[in-house]
Structures are given as structure tokens and as C-alpha cells.
């Protein structure tokens, strides 16, 4: 049985024609605009994200919705543990615009709290438990929430300075009868649905504030397209920190079909992931490149012929990696690209097998979405030349939490869309536009780095390296050790005669930064060498590749760290 969406597409009329101008610059802001149109859809009326879940769950109660290390829970029974919670959150003062943090690792219980946080009404805030404890702490104090819902064995983690109301789940009632479940709440879908942080250049992480339509419409354009069914089971590997999680969770809730939880910290272990893919029949994954990368390595990868289709953001997917994918499995290969800023993806690509291409597009756009390549005046650039993407749209998410300043810098007035208020987001990344509206990556603009899926901005770990006394003055960047090993790369001044050796600074940037952002090499320069301009030459800082290991100004290269997500 195939569940179709209960919205229907309607069309919409076009956006506002091309500007008067010159005539190359008016056929060009035509042709934009035209492609735009492409993407438009209406709904009559847009859900709330646990509105389709309660939908399945009144219309398929006994069906399996979640599978979680032997333990299963049916439509009915997630949905009476989510309203059970989501009566205590209410009476916890939780509603519209609120947020309550996430503090549990990958479980039933996560799965129902954040059910509970939409039927209650507010936004949630998924935090890793394996977050540093200053940034945690910085994390609860920037998002203020009414709640953190955690589990007891991680209960003792929580900054001993946060004085907010803690909900420790395993000790609460998971069940509740029909009388005391509260009534649906009535939101709007443009209100706050998550919270997400990302890293920041200044220093300190930034939160994205996403809502629920923008959500929706990723997921409604998912399942349009894919067609997930009733008998599909889908595996939730990402950490929930990341966006991809949400479309993990939610997308087979929404549908009728089962989400097979990873085990915690599963999600690094590719001989883990292939027994259970295996075991639970696994259809529907996900995965970073680098992480694809080492999955295919697995001798046991020929014991999952169920899968049919793997997704991939997050970096980008090499050619080379595409086609060993297809050569090692049956399954779709949907290459998906989009940041947190525009609700986890803007755009998508079907892999061909018979590609001769030695790049792979990142796609085209998804519903309601438009996309834009701009030079650095902020004008069009034409079909095949490079330029800024910008992403426009339902998607785009509200900004940056207590960030105006930055959400002004990053979210523009919209050219050419009718609709008042409407922004664009510039993201910094170089593309160029190839025939059918189809889109291809090419870089940066700035230094960010995407490393194992992992958004990085390097400005945030050297200002966390610039607290340490014995640092002066540093530089972090990321170096292409060898195929599909790339790594972050510190380069130091030191404050004195002393250099802190790698061990210490490693030790004093657990405090305050996820493992996945600590550098893999220190190299300690006497001085930079510098441009014309007195900015530092990148290109001549020495290769972090000839660094001798336990030597003075080359500390000892550390082992890559564990692929992950």
C-alpha cells in the first residue's frame, strides 16, 4: 500500500517580470525568473509537522513506527507517549515560540519528545550529548529553554550552572489515558519549529530558527518524488543536532512507514550499519561522502540488497565515489545539497550509472525554492558562468537566534519576488548554472569547510585556540592528506618561548569544542609569510604532509578522526 500526500499541486502565477534594463540583462532576469515559476506550489493548507503523524496513527494504529534495538513501538502507542508529554510540557508553560532542549542520546524516548514538543507547540532544540561542556553551556544559555528533556545517565551533564526546569524521561510516565491527552493545538505553520546551531566565524556557534511550513514543504517535496510506501523502513543514523535528522525521523512517520533507530554513537561504525541494514531490512539511508566511502569498504555490503535508495549531502560526492557506489549496490543514488539556513535541502540529483561526467551536479531545485547565481554586484550572471548561490523561498528559515546583525549581513531583500518582505539567502558557496535549471558546486567563497558532513568555520576554532596563554597567533584551514582523507590543520604562533605541546591543546579545546573540530596537526611558525598587502599567504604556509612527526615545529600528526555525521 502506497500513501499518497493529502495535498494537492496548484499552480501559482508567475513572479514579477524582468526588471527594464539593458536587453542581456532583461533576457537574463527572464530566463531566471521563468525557471523560478518551475518550482511553485501551493497547499491549500499547510500541516503542522505532527499533524501527518497523528493522521497514520488514527489510520494505521497497530502499524510498527519505530524499531529501536529490539524494541518496537506501533502508530498508536508513539502517538499516546508523544501526547503524554506533550500535556507536561504544556503545564511546563511550553507553547508557540518557546523552546525546549533535547538532551538524549538516539532512543524511543527521542523520537516521542520530539513529537511532543510540536503537539505541545513549541520549538525544539536538539543538543549531542557529547557536546563540550562550555559550549553546552553556551548552547542553554543562548536558547533559554523552558524545558531540557534529558535521560538519567546523562542527567549529570548538564552545566551545574543551568538553574532551568529538567525533565528526566525515564522517570515519567510513558502512557496516558484518552481523558488527560491534551487538546490539538492550533498553530500557525510560519512559527517556530527547531533550533539549530551551526559554527560560527566570531567565535561562538549561531542558532538557526527554522519553521514548521519551511519543513513541511521539504518533506511534502520528498515523498512527492520518492514515493516512500507503508512497507519501506528507514534508518535514522544522523546525530539529531544535524538537520538530516529531522527528515530521518519525520519523513516515514508522515507516511506509514518504519524508522529503525542506530543504536547511539552506531552511526560511526560501517560494520554496525551494515548488520543492522541487514537485520532490519533496511530501504530507505543516508549518508556523508566520507562516510559512504568507508560503508562500501564493508566485505558484508553484499547482505543488504534491500536497500533502495541512498541519499547523500552534507560534502561533495567525487564522481569516483558515485560509481563505486553503483557498482557495489543496487540501490538510487540521490545526491541532495542545501544548509541549515533553508530547511535541510534546496536542491537534488538522481545519480545515472552510465555518467560519464567527471562531476556530479547538486541538482535542481525543490518545490517552492528558487535559486540564483549573483556576481559580486548583486547582479545575474549568465547560464554557465559562475556566481554566488542564493537560495529564496518557503525554506528559508527566520535567521540567526539573538543574531539581527548577522541575519541582516546573510539574508537580503529578494529581486524580484512579489511577495513583501521576501529575502534571499547568499551562502557563500560558488556555482554555475548548467542547462534545465540543473546547478553545479565549485567551492567557496570564504574559508568555511564541510569536513565529514560537518560544517566548520574555521574563525571559531582559532579564536578558541587564541584563549590558550602560550598561543599568539594562529590559522586553521583543512589539507587533502590522501583520497578522501581531509583534515583540519592548525598553524601557530606561540606566545613565548614555550609551545604548548599538541596533548594540551587538544585537552584545553575539549572544553569547548566537539571532537570533530579539533585539529588533526599544530605546526608552530617563528613568523607568516605575508602578502603585499600585509595579509597572510596561505599558499606558502608549509605542507602540514611533511610535518615530522614529534618534532618541534611539527608536532606528531594525529590519527583521522572517526567518520561520522
Known amino acids: 500500500m502506497e500513501l499518497q500526500p493529502d495535498t494537492q499541486r496548484h499552480r501559482q502565477a508567475p513572479l514579477a ?21 518551475a518550482t511553485r506550489y501551493s497547499y491549500p493548507v499547510v500541516p503542522l509537522l505532527h499533524t501527518p503523524f497523528e493522521q497514520r496513527a488514527a489510520d494505521i494504529p497497530d502499524a510498527v513506527a519505530v524499531v529501536s534495538e529490539g524494541q518496537t513501538l506501533t502508530y498508536a502507542a508513539l502517538n499516546r507517549r508523544a501526547s503524554c508529554l506533550a500535556q507536561r510540557l504544556r503545564r511546563a508553560g511550553v507553547g508557540p515560540e518557546i523552546f525546549v532542549a533535547v538532551y538524549l542520546e538516539r532512543s524511543l524516548e527521542m523520537v516521542s519528545a520530539l513529537l511532543a514538543i510540536f503537539k505541545a507547540g513549541g520549538a525544539c532544540v536538539p543538543l549531542d550529548v557529547a557536546t563540550p561542556p562550555q559550549r553546552l553551556a553556551f548552547f542553554l544559555r543562548d536558547c533559554t529553554p523552558a524545558v531540557v528533556l534529558t535521560h538519567a545517565q546523562v542527567r549529570d551533564r548538564l552545566p551545574s550552572e543551568y538553574g532551568g526546569r529538567v525533565m528526566v524521561l525515564d522517570a515519567l510516565p510513558t502512557d496516558a489515558g484518552e481523558n488527560s491527552l491534551p487538546p490539538p493545538w492550533q498553530g500557525h505553520p510560519l512559527q517556530a519549529a527547531n533550533l539549530l546551531y551551526t559554527s560560527g566565524s566570531t567565535g561562538q556557534p549561531k542558532g538557526v530558527v527554522n519553521t514548521h511550513a519551511g519543513l513541511y514543504n521539504r518533506l511534502f517535496w520528498m515523498q512527492d518524488r520518492y514515493r516512500l510506501q507503508c512497507g519501506d523502513r528507514v534508518l535514522q543514523k544522523t546525530p539529531s543536532s544535524f538537520d538530516v535528522a529531522l527528515w530521518e ?34 530501504t530507505v539511508a543516508h549518508f556523508v561522502p566520507s562516510m559512504l566511502q ?13 536497500l533502495r535508495y541512498l ?10 565515489l558515485q560509481q563505486r557506489c553503483f557498482a557495489r549496490l543496487d540501490a538510487h543514488l540521490h545526491n541532495l545539497y542545501g544548509p541549515t539556513e533553508a530547511a535541510i535541502d534546496v536542491t537534488a540529483w538522481a545519480c545515472r550509472r ?11 531545485p525543490i518545490y517552492n525554492t528558487q535559486i540564483l547565481l549573483l556576481d559580486r ?18 525554506g528559508l528559515s527566520r535567521g540567526y537566534h539573538r543574531r539581527p ?15 513583501p518582505g521576501a529575502r534571499l539567502y547568499k551562502t557563500g558557496d560558488l556555482a554555475y548554472e548548467q542547462p534545465e535549471n540543473t546547478f553545479e558546486y565549485k567551492g567557496r567563497l570564504d574559508h568555511q569547510i564541510k569536513l565529514r558532513g560537518q560544517r566548520i568555520e574555521p574563525g571559531e576554532i582559532e579564536i578558541a585556540l587564541l584563549r590558550h596563554p602560550g598561543v599568539r597567533s594562529c590559522l586553521v584551514q583543512a589539507q587533502t592528506f590522501a583520497a578522501n582523507d581531509q583534515r583540519l590543520v592548525a598553524y601557530l604562533i606561540a606566545a613565548g618561548a614555550s609551545r604548548p605541546a599538541r596533548k594540551e591543546l587538544l585537552a584545553f579545546l575539549r572544553l569547548s569544542l566537539p571532537a570533530y573540530m579539533h585539529p588533526s596537526v599544530f605546526i608552530y611558525l617563528e613568523a607568516w609569510p605575508l602578502l603585499s598587502n600585509g595579509k597572510i599567504d596561505r599558499r606558502a604556509l608549509p605542507s602540514a604532509t611533511a610535518a615530522r612527526p614529534g618534532g618541534t615545529r611539527g608536532p606528531a600528526i594525529a590519527a583521522a578522526p572517526s567518520a561520522g555525521e
Open 354 to 364: 552510465d555518467s560519464a561526467a567527471r562531476t556530479v551536479p547538486i541538482g535542481s
Open 405 to 419: 546583525d548577522l541575519t541582516a549581513a546573510c539574508f537580503l531583500p529578494h529581486p524580484g519576488s512579489p511577495e
Open 294 to 306: 568507508i560503508f562500501l569498504d564493508e566485505p558484508g555490503l553484499t547482505r543488504c540488497p534491500t
Open 249 to 282: 525521523i519525520l519523513w516515514p512517520l508522515h507516511v506509514g512507514a518504519t524508522l529503525v533507530l542506530a543504536r547511539p554513537e552506531g552511526h560511526k561504525d560501517s560494520s554496525y550499519l551494515t548488520r543492522l541494514i541487514s537485520e532490519q531490512q533496511v
Open 311 to 320: 541519499f547523500r549531502s552534507g560534502e561533495v560526492l567525487s564522481a569516483h
Open 377 to 394: 554586484r548583486g547582479a545575474f550572471v549568465a547560464q554557465g558562468a559562475p556566481g554566488e548561490l542564493c537560495i529564496g523561498g518557503m
Open 17 to 37: 517580470a524582468p526588471a527594464p534594463g539593458g536587453q542581456q540583462g532583461s533576457d537574463e532576469r527572464g530566463r531566471v525568473l521563468a525557471a523560478w515559476d
